[in-house]
């Protein structure tokens, strides 16, 4: 594998994997920092609401960063048959989710 194409694996692994692990941060609301701007607070982790919101978008934000670089960074060193396989994986896992879901909408 080429320097260029290490690169191309990086920064769409990247692009995917950041979007894939914002949606799962949101969801289970896994922020790493919690802002409280009334009282100019930054806590570590999910922390509650204390005088006024609490804002969680700073830490989904840093949360899919850090792990979206550490997915693309492990997917830009492993050989190219591997990280094939793990797209492979990673569509039909997310096909038969949606499968899965629709039916459990039906019934």
């Given amino acids: 594998m080429m320097a260029s194409s290490k690169l191309a ?14 949606v799962i941060c949101t969801e289970m609301n896994l922020p790493l920092l919690t802002y409280h701007p009334v009282i100019g607070e930054v806590d570590f982790l999910w922390t509650p609401e204390r ?3 609490a804002m969680y ?4 934000m840093l949360t899919s ?3 979206a670089a550490a997915v693309a960074w492990i997917a830009s060193i492993l050989p190219e ?6 797209i492979l ?5 997310a096909v038969a989710y949606l499968i899965v879901y629709t ?5």
């Fill in 9 to 22: 694996v990086f920064t769409i692994v990247f692009g995917v994997g950041y979007a894939v692990i914002y």
């Fill in 89 to 93: 994986f990673g569509c039909l896992a």
């Fill in 57 to 60: 978008w700073y830490g989904w």
């Fill in 65 to 67: 960063l850090i792990g």
């Fill in 103 to 107: 039916l459990a909408l039906l019934t």
């Fill in 81 to 86: 048959r591997w990280v094939q396989r793990t």
């Fill in 51 to 53: 005088r006024g919101p």
